[in-house]
T-cell receptor
């Protein structure tokens, strides 16, 4: 089946720093999503981005489907950005998740 | 509009017991799915359904059964619980984008 790899696995940053999270996938996909799991365990959809670039406030995402990767950018990090970030790809009606990047923002 | 509702939120079972995790959505979504989340493993797809009467296996289906008799409900059944099924279970609906329930934390002793 399709493989989804996220990097880095862990990231510790000072408040105000910028970060880039990467998601690589092993085969062509229909769609790609980014999620944030907050410290309470809730999964929040950030972006639905099969290709191109989208921005939402301090967050933006870019997917280059032909090269099988997606990037999530977080600018001016805040402590509320802490948690785990997942990418998930959709192929043949199956949505497969990567193992996530755990982000910890220090005040 | 409740979105995706999972019950119960917490459950402790003994090995060999059976139980059903409930999932309901009120958004009239055709696609629903179940995941389990274990430390360091991300979310792994157990079963999914593209509509009432249609279900299929995901990455880790063994030990779990599902059915989809209505659009709204997609229950997950553990017929004989095993300690390896201790996990947090998430139900989700649709996929463009996905909406998740708040999860069920299940412990098997």
């Amino acid at each position: 089946g399709i493989q989804v790899e996220q990097s880095p696995p862990d990231l510790i940053l000072q408040e105000g720093a910028n970060s880039t999270l990467r998601c690589n996938f092993s085969d062509s996909v229909n769609n790609l999503q980014w999620f944030h799991q907050n410290p309470w365990g809730q999964l929040i959809n950030l972006f639905y981005i099969p290709s191109g670039t989208k921005q939402n406030g301090r967050l933006s995402a870019t997917t280059v489907a032909t090269e099988r990767y997606s990037l999530l950018y977080i600018s001016s990090s805040q402590t509320t950005d802490s948690g785990v970030y997942f990418c998930a790809v959709d192929r043949d009606d199956k949505i497969i998740f990567g193992k996530g990047t755990r982000l910890h923002i220090l005040p | 509009n409740a979105g995706v509702t999972q019950t119960p939120k917490f459950q402790v079972l003994k090995t060999g017991q059976s139980m059903t995790l409930q999932c309901a959505q009120d958004m009239n979504h055709e696609y629903m799915s179940w995941y389990r989340q274990d430390p360091g493993m991300g979310l792994r797809l157990i079963h999914y359904s593209v509509g009432a009467g249609i279900t299929d296996q995901g990455e880790v289906p063994n030990g779990y059964n599902v059915s989809r008799s209505t659009t709204e409900d997609f229950p997950l059944r553990l017929l004989s619980a095993a300690p390896s099924q201790t996990s947090v279970y998430f139900c989700a609906s649709t996929y463009q984008p996905q909406h998740f329930g708040d999860g069920t934390r299940l412990s098997i002793l």
